[in-house]
């Protein structure tokens, strides 16, 4: 039996089928799925790929328009508060919001501050033409005009607007943005009489800022940290 076991295994091809039962069918021969369907190339063209990831909405976002909304003459200081997003993710904020708080007083003074203790402040605009001078603050809930007069004996000398709206970068609001537009004459006409025949406009910080660099300033918060 041991002998009959191993002819079995090791030789299958001694045995012949009894009479009566046909031979199983040959198998027919594989022909691969690549022989088959053969792959065509691709016709003559372009590839193109586009990159998703950085397609935020600061690529096609256009500059915000000032509302329409009429500038009406202020009798008090002018106040607004916007929310700043401290991180943008794809073009969206995606973190926790700074609230800065900006305040325009009759007198022409500014101050900005935020909720983490955060200040400064800037006087009145110096280096005008010396003669009677007239402030007016006109806005509205989202931009405000502080304009400085001198005109001595009727005649105008200097006409100068401090604008104040809010600034945005990525289509999200960043702060505040300060123009100074206008003309002054220094020399000539009603301010012939003056020795002076050149000037420069400038603004004072209520102190002295602890760094600064470049175009950026930095006044730290109350304690001076």
């Known amino acids: 039996m041991r002998l009959l076991f191993l002819l079995l295994f090791v030789q299958p091809s001694l045995f012949f089928p009894l ?6 069918p040959p198998n027919p021969p594989q022909t691969s799925a690549i022989q088959a369907n053969p792959v065509q190339p ?34 008090s200081n002018w106040t607004i508060v916007i929310n700043i997003s401290t991180l943008l993710f794809m073009g969206e904020p995606s973190s926790s919001y700074v609230k800065h708080t900006y305040t325009l007083y009759l007198n022409g ?9 955060n200040s400064f402040a800037v006087r009145p605009l110096l280096g005008l033409p010396s003669g009677m001078m007239s402030t007016s603050l006109r806005a509205n809930s989202t931009y405000a005009e502080q304009n ?35 003309n002054a004459n220094w020399g000539g006409g009603a301010a012939a009489a003056t020795t002076t025949t050149h000037g420069a406009l400038s603004l004072r910080f209520d102190r002295v ?6 175009d950026r300033v930095w006044f730290g918060n109350s304690s001076g940290v």
């Open 148 to 182: 400085y007069l001198v005109a001595p004996g009727g005649q105008t000398i200097a006409n100068v607007t401090v604008a104040y709206a809010i600034r945005h970068q990525f289509c999200e609001p960043a702060g505040l943005r300060m123009e100074i537009k206008g």
């Open 42 to 75: 691709l016709p003559p063209g372009t590839v193109t790929y586009r990159n998703v990831w950085n397609q935020t909405r600061s690529q096609h976002c256009t500059s915000p328009q000032l509302p329409r909304e009429p500038l009406s003459p202020r009798a």
């Open 109 to 117: 003074t500014f101050s900005a501050k935020d909720d983490h203790g």
């Open 19 to 24: 009479p009566g039962n046909a031979p199983p």
């Open 209 to 214: 800022p602890i760094s600064a660099r470049g």
